[in-house]
Structure formats: C-alpha cells, structure tokens
Nanobody, 120 residues
Framework: QVQLVESGGGTVQPGESLRLSCSVS??????????IGWFRQAPGKGREGVSC??????????YYGDSVKGRFTISRDNAKGMVYLQMNSLEPEDTAVYYC?????????WGKGTLVTVSS
C-alpha cells in the first residue's frame, strides 16, 4: 500500500522558515525512480505546483514556480524514502495546504496534505 505522509506544517510569521517533510512508503521500486513534487492549495483557489524534481535516474532536475523561486528548495533522500521542501522568507501568500506528490509513468500518488499558515 503506497503512502505519502506530509509533516512539518504550522503557523509562522512573515519572513520565517519552515521545512516540510514527506515520508514515502509502499512503492515496489526505489524512490529514485520517481519524480517528486510539492503542490499547494490556498483557501478558495485551485491546486498549484510549487516545486518538482525529476527522478534521480534522470538527474534530479528541479523546477520552481515563479512565486517561490529563490525562497524554496526541494530535496530528497531516496535511501530514507523522504522528500523535503525548505521554505524560507515565508509570505502571507504562501498560506495553503501543501501536498506531496510522486509520479512514474503518468501515475500520480498524493499525500493528504499539511497546513502552512503565514500570519503576523
């Protein structure tokens, strides 16, 4: 049974940092074969892509949305089955539920999300 479980969300003030973690388990193949990503959904808005990373076997290439470029960093630890999102200089506009994603051959796997609130 595939499971993606996010953690690390919370309430912070503008300018502060958070590190989200995603524990991945149940894949028949090593995590290194999967592309990974973080998405978010703010109140009243659709889900948007935050950052993604190609599979390790294709070079761990990264992508960032324009609104988070230079502030967020995606990373992975395949041996531990973990995916991370380091979020710095948080802004109120970053308030959302953040979802972890893994995909291979067009099949998407999702976590249930973790809430990040940025407020003074």
């Amino acid at each position: 049974q595939v499971q993606l479980v996010e953690s690390g969300g919370g309430t912070v003030q503008p300018g502060e940092s958070l590190r989200l973690s995603c524990s991945v388990s149940g894949f028949t193949l090593d995590l290194k074969y999967y592309s990974i990503g973080w998405f978010r959904q703010a109140p009243g808005k659709g889900r948007e892509g935050v950052s993604c990373m190609s599979s390790s076997v294709t070079g761990d290439r990264t992508y960032y949305g324009d609104s988070v470029k230079g502030r967020f960093t995606i990373s992975r630890d395949n041996a531990k089955g973990m995916v991370y999102l380091q979020m710095n200089s948080l802004e109120p506009e970053d308030t959302a539920v953040y979802y972890c994603n893994a995909v291979r051959f067009g099949i998407n796997y999702w976590g249930k999300g973790t809430l990040v609130t940025v407020s003074s």
